[in-house]
């Protein structure tokens, strides 16, 4: 199965942001082998408004893959269900956003990692129940998580401060489930890779901008003129996770 992996849109009406959510998905489209799926880990949106989301609608539709999302800090969850996934609005509008997606006999669990108002992430109960249902309705099924906040230190003073506050618990559920062969966020604006519960942990790079590291020359928090970035996962049938970045020109 590939899979490719974009955040971090921060779509806001802008000309700027807006070019480079069309070239990476340009990009996507124009590749020889179309992913099995596209996983887009939150902050979609750079505000939460609703005409954000009917932009991303828009441009997410270009894709020629199947687009699968989950909230980050920066999204808002009623506007989020109401354009973007175009639910009707019957249940509650406030509720975490989870949904499981079967695809090339996978299943993507994607995760709302979301703190409503605040901008590092926790796993209310809600989610954690929802994750451990769902692992367990699904047996056997290789299984991958993808969510927004990194669960684990990545090495910067800022990002490190807003990541998932609760990673305890998400180890804890983890625990004796090898089904679960990865794991995989953004928030990060960085390509990264660490491990988390003794399995791959995957950040995808920024499509905004890109984080300064502390020991990177230049100044302000994050370079907006590096390119846009992609991150691609291919998963073998033994259940190993190859992960790959690219930046887009």
């Not at 996507?28 to 609703?50: F, M």
């Not at 009707?88 to 990692?113: E, F, I, Q, T, Y």
């Not at 305890?168 to 090898?178: Q, V």
Request: charged share 20%; net charge negative.
């Amino acid at each position: 199965m590939l899979l490719a992996h974009i955040s971090d849109l921060h779509l806001d009406g802008t000309e700027r942001a807006t070019e480079r959510a069309v070239r990476v998905v340009r990009y996507l489209g124009g590749l020889s082998r179309q992913p099995d799926a596209v996983l887009v880990t939150g902050d979609i949106a750079d505000h939460g408004a609703p005409e954000e989301y009917a932009l991303a609608a828009e441009v997410l539709a270009e894709l020629r893959a199947p687009a699968y999302t989950c909230p980050g800090n920066h999204d808002d969850r009623a506007a989020y269900r109401k354009v973007l996934l175009g639910e009707d609005g019957s249940g509650d509008p406030g509720a975490a956003v989870n949904r499981v997606h079967h695809v090339a006999g996978h299943a993507l669990l994607m995760c709302d990692s979301t703190i409503p108002g605040e901008d590092a992430g926790r796993f209310d109960a809600e989610t954690l129940g929802w994750l451990e249902r769902t692992l367990d309705d699904l047996g056997g099924t290789p299984a991958l998580p993808a969510f927004h906040h990194p669960p684990a230190a990545l090495h910067h003073p800022v990002v490190d401060g807003m990541n998932l506050l609760n990673a305890d618990d998400l180890a804890r559920l983890l625990t004796g489930r090898p089904n679960v062969p990865a794991l995989f966020t953004g928030h990060a604006h960085t390509p990264a890779v660490t491990t988390f519960a003794g399995r791959p942990l995957v950040v995808a790079p920024g499509v905004v901008s890109t984080v300064r590291m502390p020991w990177e020359a230049g100044e302000g928090f994050t370079d907006r003129a590096a390119p846009p970035g992609v991150a691609f996962h291919v998963v073998d049938e033994d259940g190993r996770v190859a992960s790959h970045f690219r930046a887009v020109a």
